[in-house]
Antibody, heavy 121, light 112 residues
Framework: EVQLVESGGGLVQPGGSLRLSCVAS????????MSWVRRAPGKGLEWVAN????????NYVDSVKGRFVISRDNAKNSVYLQLNSLRAEDTALYYC??????????????WGQGSLVTVSS | DIVMTQSPDSLAVSLGERATINCKSS????????????LSWYQQKPGQPPKLLIY???TRQSGVPDRFSGSGSGTDFTLTITSLQAEDVAVYYC?????????FGQGTKLEI
């Protein structure tokens, strides 16, 4: 069974940093792109970043470029999101998601339960 | 960036009736290299993560009931739920994965 388990969220002051982790199990982690998606309170879903199977390609939404860094450790079946220079508008539930294996499956076919990040003084 | 616009924002449908949710992209999400529409639909219930329902615009994810179907091509897409069940109450999102950033629609809240 595919499982994605996030951790690392919490309350942080504006300008602070956090590192989110997502541990995967139940599949060959190194075969899949991985993404982070967030949902702010009362808002919809927003894709944040993704990373290629080998970690050599990373993409970000403009609003987090230069502040967030996605990385992965295939030996540990883990993907990470380093959140720096946090702002109030980064407050959200952050989900780790597995990208579908093209061409067979598209979209994001498995999601974690999410890790809550609250940015407030 | 590709902007995804869903309609309506909310929808109330009687049990057993049909629900239709529309999604329009600001540019085509049909990929010429594979002739596939890079469009997916998700269902999100309160307190749960999103669940993939449909990908490639019309392919149902394994385990999803066949009352859920997706259609459309290019820039206009539809999610149809036939014979609505009580457990279908949720927020539904479309998403394009044609080009980054992989944008979502604003969501459609479906109620009984």
């Amino acid at each position: 069974e595919v499982q994605l388990v996030e951790s690392g969220g919490g309350l942080v002051q504006p300008g602070g940093s956090l590192r989110l982790s997502c541990v995967a199990s139940g599949f060959t982690f190194s075969n899949f792109w991985m993404s982070w998606v967030r949902r702010a309170p009362g808002k919809g879903l927003e894709w944040v970043a993704n990373i290629k199977e080998d970690g050599n390609e990373k993409n970000y939404v403009d609003s987090v470029k230069g502040r967030f860094v996605i990385s992965r450790d295939n030996a540990k079946n883990s993907v990470y999101l380093q959140l720096n220079s946090l702002r109030a508008e980064d407050t959200a539930l952050y989900y780790c998601a597995r990208d579908g294996l093209w061409p067979d499956v598209g979209g994001f076919d498995h999601w974690g339960q999410g890790s809550l990040v609250t940015v407030s003084s | 960036d590709i902007v995804m616009t869903q309609s309506p924002d909310s929808l109330a449908v009687s049990l057993g009736e049909r629900a239709t949710i529309n999604c329009k992209s600001s540019q085509s999400v049909l990929y010429s290299s594979d002739n596939k529409n890079h469009l997916s639909w998700y269902q999100q219930k309160p307190g749960q993560p999103p669940k993939l329902l449909i990908y490639w615009a019309s392919t149902r994810q394994s385990g999803v009931p066949d009352r859920f179907s997706g259609s459309g091509s290019g820039t206009d897409f539809t999610l149809t739920i036939t014979s609505l069940q009580a457990e279908d109450v949720a927020v539904y999102y479309c998403q394009q994965y044609h080009s980054g950033p992989f944008t979502f629609g604003q969501g459609t809240k479906l109620e009984i």
